[in-house]
C-alpha cells in the first residue's frame, strides 16, 4: 500500500482560460478512504484522472508513496480504477472479466483463478462467476467491476462515482458494502462523488473542492460542524444548512427580535455592518407562542416517520424574505399556513464572512 500526495497539481486544458484544477494540495494517507467531493464542474474528477495518468499534469507533481509518477504512463503506477459505467465486456464472464488484467499482465492461470475466487467470496460473486455482464444486475455489475480491481492487488484504488447508475435503495447498500471492504483489504482509496451523503458515510476524510479549488479537507464530522467557509457549510449536509445575511447589532447579530450573543473580536473581523448566519434543521427548535425568535410561515411539512421538516419563509433585514428549514416532531408538528417561532439551539450557530464567506466564529457560539 502507499500514500498518496498532490503537490501544487494543476490541469488548464487546451482553450482554457482557468483551470480545471488548480495548484491542489492534498496528501492521502496509506490505507486512507478519502472522497473527493463537489458539484459538477468542480475538478473533482480531473484529479482522479491526473492520478491515474489519463490526464496531462500541466504544473505540480503527483507521487505515490515516495515516487513520484507525473509522467508515468498509467499502467505503471500501480493503480486499480473503477468507472461509473462499470467498463465490463460484454463477451467475456464474470470470471474472465475480473481476471483480464492478471492475463494481460502474464499472470499464470492458476494464480489468476486463485485471485479471482478470492475477489469473488469477497463480493459474494462465486454463484455468478460463469455468467454474462447482460446476466447481472445493476449491483452485480458494480461488485464484479470491484473484483476486477481488487484482483489486480492494487496500491492505490480510484473510483469514479461509482454508485451513480444505481437506483436509491442499492446505492445505500453498495455504499455501505464498498466501505466495509475497503477497511477489510486497508488500501490507499480515492473516491470521487457529487452526492455529499455518500462522501459523509463512507470517507475517513472528506476533501470538498469548488471551481478547481480545495475548500476544505477533514473528517466528516469536522466539515459538518466547523465548515471552513459558506460554501462548505452549504453543501455538505441535507437537507442544507440555512444560510442568510444577518446585521450585527451592540453584542450579537440580530436573529428575528431577539440578539444571539456574538464575542466582539470574533465581529471585528467583520468586513461591513452585517454577517452570514448559518444554522443546521436539527438547530431550530420551534417555540412556544409569544416566546421570541425568527418568525416562519410555514409552507409545507414533510412527514418522514418520527421526523420531520417544517419548510417557511422568514422575513429578515428590512423585510428581505428568506426559505429556511428545520426539523420537526414527525408527530406532532405544526401545519401550512402556520406561523412559528424558531429558537437556535445554543452553541450551534455558524458566522461567516458577507464579504469573502470565510468563518468567523473559532466555535460554534451559544444562543441566549
Same mark, same amino acid.
Given at each position: 500500500?502507499?500514500?498518496?500526495?498532490?503537490?501544487? !497539481?494543476?490541469?488548464?486544458?487546451?482553450?482554457?482560460?482557468?483551470?480545471?484544477?488548480?495548484?491542489?494540495?492534498?496528501?492521502?494517507?496509506?490505507?486512507?478512504?478519502? =472522497?473527493?467531493?463537489?458539484? +459538477?464542474?468542480?475538478?473533482?474528477?480531473?484529479?482522479?484522472?491526473?492520478?491515474? %495518468? *489519463?490526464?496531462?499534469? &500541466?504544473?505540480?507533481?503527483?507521487?505515490?508513496?515516495?515516487?513520484?509518477?507525473?509522467?508515468?504512463?498509467?499502467? $505503471?503506477?500501480?493503480?486499480?480504477?473503477?468507472?461509473?459505467?462499470?467498463?465490463?465486456?460484454?463477451?467475456?464472464?464474470?470470471?474472465?472479466?475480473?481476471?483480464?488484467?492478471?492475463?494481460? !499482465? %502474464?499472470?499464470?492461470?492458476?494464480?489468476? !483463478?486463485?485471485?479471482?475466487?478470492? !475477489?469473488?467470496?469477497?463480493?459474494?460473486?462465486?454463484?455468478?462467476? &460463469?455468467?454474462?455482464?447482460?446476466?447481472?444486475?445493476?449491483?452485480?455489475?458494480?461488485?464484479?467491476?470491484?473484483?476486477?480491481?481488487?484482483?489486480?492487488?492494487?496500491?492505490?484504488?480510484?473510483?469514479?462515482?461509482?454508485?451513480?447508475?444505481?437506483?436509491?435503495?442499492?446505492?445505500?447498500?453498495?455504499?455501505?458494502?464498498?466501505?466495509? #471492504?475497503?477497511?477489510? #483489504?486497508?488500501?490507499?482509496?480515492?473516491?470521487?462523488?457529487?452526492?455529499? @451523503?455518500?462522501?459523509?458515510?463512507?470517507?475517513?476524510?472528506?476533501?470538498? *473542492?469548488?471551481?478547481?479549488?480545495?475548500?476544505?479537507?477533514?473528517?466528516?464530522?469536522?466539515?459538518?460542524?466547523?465548515? +471552513?467557509?459558506?460554501?462548505?457549510?452549504?453543501?455538505?449536509?441535507?437537507?442544507?444548512?440555512?444560510?442568510?445575511?444577518? $446585521?450585527?447589532? $451592540?453584542?450579537?447579530?440580530?436573529?428575528?427580535?431577539?440578539?444571539?450573543?456574538?464575542?466582539?473580536?470574533?465581529?471585528?473581523?467583520?468586513?461591513?455592518?452585517?454577517?452570514?448566519?448559518?444554522?443546521?434543521?436539527?438547530?431550530?427548535? =420551534?417555540?412556544?407562542?409569544?416566546?421570541?425568535?425568527?418568525?416562519?410561515?410555514?409552507?409545507? =411539512?414533510?412527514? *418522514?416517520?418520527?421526523?420531520?421538516?417544517?419548510?417557511?419563509?422568514?422575513?429578515?433585514?428590512?423585510?428581505?424574505?428568506? $426559505?429556511? =428549514?428545520?426539523?420537526?416532531?414527525?408527530?406532532?408538528?405544526?401545519?401550512?399556513?402556520? @406561523?412559528? @417561532? #424558531?429558537?437556535?439551539?445554543?452553541?450551534?450557530?455558524?458566522?461567516?464572512?458577507?464579504? @469573502?464567506?470565510?468563518?468567523?466564529?473559532?466555535?460554534?457560539?451559544?444562543?441566549?
Amino acid at each position: 500500500m502507499a500514500s498518496v500526495t498532490f503537490d501544487q !497539481a494543476t490541469r488548464l486544458y487546451p482553450g482554457g482560460t482557468r483551470p480545471a484544477v488548480d495548484k491542489l494540495n492534498l496528501e492521502v494517507g496509506d490505507g486512507e478512504f478519502l =472522497v473527493l467531493v463537489g458539484p +459538477s464542474g468542480c475538478g473533482k474528477s480531473t484529479s482522479l484522472r491526473m492520478l491515474a %495518468g *489519463l490526464e496531462e499534469v &500541466n504544473a505540480g507533481r503527483i507521487l505515490i508513496g515516495d515516487r513520484d509518477v507525473t509522467d508515468v504512463p498509467p499502467k $505503471d503506477r500501480d493503480i486499480a480504477m473503477v468507472f461509473q459505467n462499470y467498463a465490463l465486456y460484454p463477451h467475456m464472464t464474470v470470471a474472465e472479466n475480473m481476471g483480464f488484467a492478471l492475463k494481460i !499482465a %502474464g499472470v499464470n492461470k492458476d494464480e489468476r !483463478a486463485k485471485r479471482v475466487e478470492e !475477489a469473488a467470496k469477497l463480493l459474494d460473486l462465486t454463484d455468478y462467476l &460463469n455468467r454474462k455482464p447482460k446476466a447481472l444486475s445493476g449491483g452485480q455489475r458494480q461488485r464484479v467491476a470491484m473484483g476486477r480491481a481488487i484482483v489486480r492487488q492494487p496500491q492505490v484504488f480510484l473510483m469514479d462515482e461509482p454508485l451513480s447508475n444505481l437506483d436509491a435503495k442499492l446505492r445505500v447498500q453498495t455504499r455501505t458494502q464498498i466501505a466495509s #471492504l475497503q477497511r477489510r #483489504l486497508g488500501v490507499t482509496t480515492v473516491y470521487v462523488t457529487h452526492d455529499q @451523503t455518500e462522501a459523509l458515510t463512507m470517507g475517513d476524510r472528506i476533501a470538498v *473542492l469548488k471551481d478547481g479549488l480545495l475548500q476544505q479537507v477533514g473528517t466528516p464530522r469536522d466539515l459538518y460542524e466547523r465548515p +471552513s467557509n459558506e460554501f462548505v457549510a452549504g453543501f455538505i449536509g441535507s437537507p442544507a444548512m440555512n444560510l442568510f445575511t444577518s $446585521d450585527i447589532a $451592540d453584542g450579537g447579530i440580530i436573529w428575528g427580535d431577539e440578539i444571539v450573543p456574538v464575542e466582539r473580536e470574533v465581529l471585528a473581523k467583520a468586513n461591513g455592518k452585517q454577517v452570514r448566519v448559518g444554522i443546521r434543521p436539527e438547530d431550530l427548535v =420551534v417555540g412556544a407562542a409569544g416566546e421570541k425568535g425568527l418568525k416562519v410561515q410555514v409552507d409545507l =411539512v414533510e412527514e *418522514l416517520g418520527a421526523d420531520g421538516y417544517l419548510y417557511g419563509r422568514a422575513n429578515a433585514n428590512g423585510g428581505a424574505e428568506h $426559505d429556511i =428549514v428545520a426539523r420537526v416532531d414527525g408527530r406532532k408538528h405544526p401545519f401550512a399556513g402556520d @406561523t412559528v @417561532t #424558531l429558537a437556535a439551539v445554543p452553541g450551534h450557530v455558524h458566522v461567516f464572512d458577507a464579504e @469573502t464567506g470565510e468563518r468567523l466564529t473559532e466555535k460554534a457560539i451559544a444562543s441566549a
